[in-house]
Structures are given as C-alpha cells and as structure tokens.
C-alpha cells in the first residue's frame, strides 16, 4: 500500500459515513492533505431562480461547514499527527466547490529573464498583483487548459511509484557488500 492509498484507507474509515452522498475524494501533496466531500443538494421548488439557488447551495456549505466543525477539527488534528501534513476541507454541492480551508504554500524557483517578464507583464497589466501572484495564475491556467496531460502524468508516476515498490530495494534484499 502506498502513502496515497493509506492516507485515502485512513480517511474513508474515520470520516463519519452520514457527512457525504458519496466517499469523499483526496489530494494530497508533501505539505497538504484536502478532502472534498459531496453534500446533498437543497430540495427547493421547480421554478427557483438560479440566484436563490445559489443561496441554497452557499447556505448547504456553511451548514455542513459549522456543524461538522468540531469532528473535523479532531480528524485533522489526528491525521496532522499521522502524516506530518496540514489537513484542509470542503464540499461540493451540486458540482459548486466550496474550501474552508487550504494552505498557500511558498514555492521557490529561478525564473530567466523572459519568464520573469511574463510575469511582469501580468502585474503590469493589472492581471496579477506581484510576481507571486502572477505565477499562481499561470499555474492555474495551466491545470485549467491541460487537464487531460496532466492526469496522464499523474498516471504516469503512479505507475512508477509501483514499479519502484517491486524493486529490488523495495523488500530490503539489497546486496551487502558483494559485488552483484
């Protein structure tokens, strides 16, 4: 099993089966965990607007996000102490996505002098406030026009992920000083 596949274990058996339509998805990076839940959409009358339905939704997220408070607070503090990772929450409701909670984390890179005019562009232009913001849009643009070749990557290091684990290293056989 690896780290993905505990963490999701370990999750789907303490979150409480009554807070989701349907198991709850998670992400996961070295610094995060973020679990994403569905709720159930406002039973409202055939004919409501579209704003009040957006109310209704908006309305379902706070809800769920106060009366789950404190057992969420537990299960974060649990898992924080578990995986060594800030744990953040949210739901989804009616395909809306509401975060209570997510890290914003620094990220450090050399940018050559093209790129950096890229983002000075963007903050120039009033698109971005500094470069550091402008680079978080770029990203975003990114993942918002390349979905399909970024899933491939994933998939892609999923699969080496399990080709390392049934490696030979993986079962602790590495050779101890004789040449192999």
Request: charged content about 25%.
């Amino acid at each position: 099993m690896n780290a993905s596949d505990e963490i999701a274990a370990w999750f789907l058996g303490r979150i409480p089966s009554a807070w989701y339509v349907a198991a709850p998805t998670l992400s996961a990076d070295r610094e995060e965990i973020l679990v994403i839940g569905e709720v159930d959409d406002p039973a409202l009358p055939t004919g409501t607007t579209s704003a009040a339905r957006a109310a209704a939704r908006e309305a379902r997220a706070r809800r769920f996000r106060e009366e789950t408070r404190p057992t969420r607070m537990a299960i974060a503090d649990e898992a924080q102490h578990r995986f060594h990772r800030q744990v953040s929450w949210g739901v989804t409701v009616s395909g809306e996505r509401h975060c209570f909670t997510t890290l914003s984390v620094p990220v450090m890179t050399r940018l050559r002098l093209p790129e950096r005019q890229v983002l000075d562009t963007l903050v120039e232009s009033g698109v971005a406030r500094s470069r550091s913001h402008a680079l978080a849009w770029c990203v975003r643009l990114v993942g918002r026009h390349q979905t399909d070749w970024i899933e491939s990557l994933r998939q892609a290091l999923t699969a080496v992920e399990a080709a390392r684990a049934q490696g030979p290293d993986a079962a602790g056989d590495r050779a101890t000083g004789a040449d192999g």
